[in-house]
């Protein structure tokens, strides 16, 4: 199972990371750092469950393979990101 987190170096997304994980789930986390850090998930980050990326989601992204979950969790969500993730059934 992998989750997508947005926002995923935020105070929350940096939580819902932890959680994911705990779970077992693979869990890509994109963040712009605007008001996230990296200090929030530096014990995440030699984890081989966890992979960061700086990125600003305003921009188009291709993140390969599936995905079972998606969390939008930054400061200003924008309307008009569509996420289309594969979900396995």
């Not at 996230?36 to 188009?60: D, W």
Request: hydrophobic share 40%; with cysteine.
């Amino acid at each position: 199972m992998r989750a997508v987190v947005t926002g995923g170096a935020g105070f929350l997304g940096s939580h819902l990371c932890d959680h994911l994980i705990s779970l077992g789930y693979e869990v890509v986390a994109l963040d712009n750092l605007l008001t996230g850090s990296t200090k929030n998930i530096a014990h995440l980050l030699g984890n081989p469950l966890f992979t960061f990326f700086k990125h600003n989601v305003t921009e188009y992204l291709f993140i390969d393979g599936p995905s079972t979950r998606c969390c939008t969790l930054h400061r200003q969500p924008l309307p008009w990101i569509i996420w289309r993730c594969r979900f396995r059934r």
